[in-house]
């Protein structure tokens, strides 16, 4: 799909890219066929498109021999796609109810709006039966998503994204590659299921929270409002932690052992 299709879809439908909905519409082929190839999986039961947009991936999409439906917040373009056949819900991704629909082995797929992208990666977390994402990002969440300990971006985004996914780079895509074109250079990200089941729930992403909740503080004054002071104290010192350490310094491995060790505490 290129510049010159999109434009006359767009007038065809009457609408215009809207800043509000993140809609920068994906017009760069090569990048759409690295994304669709990675859609290509034997292990997954559906496939879910998050915003198909004008349909830049959903064309290729659809041809993949898995049942396939779209995610879709716009009126005009929720129409344009019922019309066409596709199946359809017309909601807010972060109001569908992932958990109660999702109950095969299923690959969600976006150029995401880049308002919902963090929220989304941390909402289907927590969704077991999602077992594959393919994500377009702001390259600078992508780093964050990404990142080590120690390092500017490292954060609550990392240590929740890397405890539940195997996350690999698939590409990177200039502005050039939308129309319009956003100001930020953006980043593809594949994440696979990681078998961490003891840190798929709500607890341990509160814990997380907690934990970065005051970046100034120290990690056993954040805690405090998860466990008593003297507990978070002996864990630390079971787990040979320094007291004075910030929650950017533990590694995602650590903040595991430490929920764990808390989390097992009475």
Known sequence: MNILEVKKICSELGIQPSKKLGQNFLVNEIVCCKIVDECIDDNISNIIEI??????LTRDLINIDKPFSVIELDNKLAKYWQERGVEVEHIDALKFPWQEKIKEKTLVVSNLPYQI?????????????????????????AQRIKANKGGKDYGLLSIIAQSYWQI???????????????????????????????FCNKDFINFVKLAFSHRRKLLSKNLKEYRDEMVVKNAFNRLGLNEKIRAEQLSVDEFQRLYLELKNEH
């Open 168 to 198: 690999t780079k698939l590409v990177d895509v200039p502005p050039r590659a939308f129309y319009p074109p956003p100001k930020i250079d953006s980043r593809v990200l594949v994440f696979q299921r990681l078998e961490n089941t003891e």
């Open 117 to 141: 992208s963090s929220s989304i990666v941390v909402e289907l977390s927590l969704v077991p039966h999602v077992s594959k994402m393919v994500f377009m990002f702001q390259k600078e969440v």
């Open 51 to 56: 915003g198909p947009g004008l349909g830049a």
